[in-house]
């Protein structure tokens, strides 16, 4: 394994166990989705300070607010890798605001406010919340039955797409047709169609670097999840690199997480471990990516938005993961 991957697991690892001692009563599907928030910044979670943004998020929420659902979590982890957690806060709930003219209130929307505040700057939030909108309406009026309230955070985050409204939306319908024949579930395809479509290349070019993937891990003994987890196989897929050593890594990465607490008979299952070790892998690849020349500031920024999404995903998965085995 390459010594950054390494060092980023270890860190996965050192973070999530941090933040379980902190957050002892939540759910133990949150923990690593909230580890991963710490590693993609390179920082390392401190008890002290996540307390801290337990209290602020506390403070300025009510206790039915959204912010302190199911999300709560990664809410904090967020504001902790935050050189201003309270800045952080404040962005976000004034993103939230605006999206509220447009949406009913949403467990999800948080997660497209928090996002968004960190792309975005205050005099487009509304601009940005109105897109979101007509993007999501178009999602609906393509897929009727499969859009719902969480996909708005799905519409947040293609709403800060350079491209055109038009192109965003005929662009993951082209993915999610070509999918569509391969999974079961139309959810989990529509998340990965999101996902590829914040891409650059033809939709052909794109699924077909998904499903190849796919099968190399599937050749190596280890299936991908079919699920939620799809929409990280996807940013793992768009990764400038070539998908041998994508697929060798993740399974590298696999292997190192299969032997830690938490991931053995009676802890996650494999294609959950499966799905975190593709995050890992992601955040290595895009950190030396970010260092290329900038010329690739642009596919690198719309891989970094996608990888938002697909941490979107993995959370929802998370949640629902808690739901069945509770």
């Not at 491209?163 to 319908?173: G, L, R």
């Not at 009676?266 to 900038?294: C, E, F, P, W």
Request: charged share 20%; net charge negative.
């Amino acid at each position: 394994m390459r010594t950054s991957l390494n060092a980023l697991c270890i860190s996965f690892i050192e973070n999530r166990d941090v933040i379980k001692e902190t957050f002892f009563w939540d759910s133990s599907y949150i923990y690593p989705v909230s580890a991963a928030v710490f590693v993609d910044k390179r920082r390392t979670a401190d008890r002290e300070r996540l307390e801290r943004c337990r209290g602020i998020l506390k403070e300025n929420t009510g206790f039915f607010s959204n912010f302190r659902n199911y999300i709560k979590l990664p809410m904090i982890s967020m504001m902790a890798v935050s050189s201003d957690p309270e800045e952080k806060l404040k962005k976000a709930l004034t993103v939230y605001e605006d999206l509220k003219q447009h949406f009913f209130s949403s467990s999800y929307l948080p997660l497209a406010s928090m996002t968004i505040s960190d792309f975005v700057e205050p005099p487009q939030y509304e601009a940005v919340a109105r897109r979101t909108r007509r993007i999501y309406d178009m999602m609906k009026q393509a897929h009727p039955f499969l859009t719902s309230g969480e996909d708005s955070v799905f519409a947040a985050l293609l709403a800060l797409s350079n491209k055109s409204d038009e192109q965003i939306v005929q662009d993951t319908e082209q993915c999610y047709d070509i999918l569509k024949p391969q999974f079961f579930s139309g959810n989990a395809v529509q998340s990965l169609s999101h996902v590829l479509a914040l891409c650059e290349g033809s939709a052909e070019l794109k699924c077909g670097r998904a499903m190849e993937l796919f099968y190399k891990l599937k050749d190596q003994g280890y299936k991908y999840g079919t699920g939620y987890e799809l929409a990280t196989l996807g940013v793992l897929a768009m990764l400038p690199a070539d998908l041998d050593t994508i697929a060798d890594d993740i399974v590298q990465v696999a292997e190192y997480l299969a032997g830690q607490r938490g991931y053995g008979i009676l802890g996650m299952t494999k294609r959950q471990r499966l799905m975190h070790a593709g995050m890992i892998v992601t955040s290595d690849y895009l950190d030396q990516n970010a260092s290329m020349q900038a010329a690739a500031v642009s596919s690198t920024i719309s891989l970094i938005i996608a990888q938002q999404t697909a941490m979107c995903a993995a959370i929802a998965a998370a949640n629902a993961a808690n739901n069945a085995n509770n």
